[in-house]
T-cell receptor, first 113, second 113 residues
């Protein structure tokens, strides 16, 4: 069964303390892996798309990487405004049962000043 | 340019009542979808549409109907509300199917008593 598992469920960091969030997936023929940020009471906001193992994308203090089984969202020297829930999603091959986008349950990140 | 709008923002229904959640987009995107978000379960796809006149079921379609008569609008109808449908509902759009960069609306928080 196609699955997306994110860990940890929650992470509390001190401002400036770098860390990584994990997204492990099981889907054959990955078409894309996506990272979103969600603030409380709002809809998810798109961050990155990764298509193949070895690919990396960066945006400000965030860097997303992809292997054949998992993706990491690295947060370097985070600030309190980086506090949010980070969602990972995957999409399998077109016209397969996994063609629809499957979301993980998210990692709730809290950055203390 | 409003992006993706959803109405209402909050709604309380009694068991057995019906209602329609509205979603509109002004980005001329072909692909629109409805998700529900429940604590600890991530976003789950209810129904989606790849263009006007075309709809299909997602992961959790039971108890919901959709139609897509125009590119801009994609309403979600609850036929006979049940407490299990208490959730936050998000509408999302993307330029076309297969692209993971989805734009989400602000959500509708629905409570069924």
């Amino acid at each position: 069964e196609d699955q997306v598992t994110q860990s940890p469920e929650a992470l509390r960091l001190q401002e400036g303390e770098s860390s990584s969030l994990n997204c492990s997936y099981t889907v054959s023929g990955l078409r894309g892996l996506f990272w979103y940020r969600q603030d409380p009471g709002k809809g998810p906001e798109f961050l990155f798309t990764l298509y193949s193992a070895g690919e990396e994308k960066e945006k400000e203090r965030l860097k997303a990487t992809l292997t054949k089984k998992e993706s990491f969202l690295h947060i370097t020297a985070p600030k309190p405004e980086d506090s949010a829930t980070y969602l990972c999603a995957v999409q399998g091959p077109r016209y397969s049962s996994a063609s629809k986008i499957i979301f993980g349950s998210g990692t709730r990140l809290s950055i203390r000043p | 340019n409003a992006g993706v709008t959803q109405t209402p923002k909050f709604q309380v229904l009694k068991t057995g009542q019906s209602m329609t959640l509205q979603c509109a987009q002004d980005m001329n995107h072909e692909y629109m979808s409805w998700y529900r978000q429940d604590p600890g379960m991530g976003l789950r796809l209810i129904h989606y549409s790849v263009g006007a006149g075309i709809t299909d079921q997602g992961e959790v379609p039971n108890g919901y109907n959709v139609s897509r008569s125009t590119t801009e609008d994609f309403p979600l109808r609850l036929l006979s509300a049940a407490p299990s449908q208490t959730s936050v509902y998000f509408c999302a759009t993307t330029v076309r199917e297969g692209l993971g960069e989805q734009y989400f609306g602000p959500g509708t928080r629905l409570t069924v008593t």
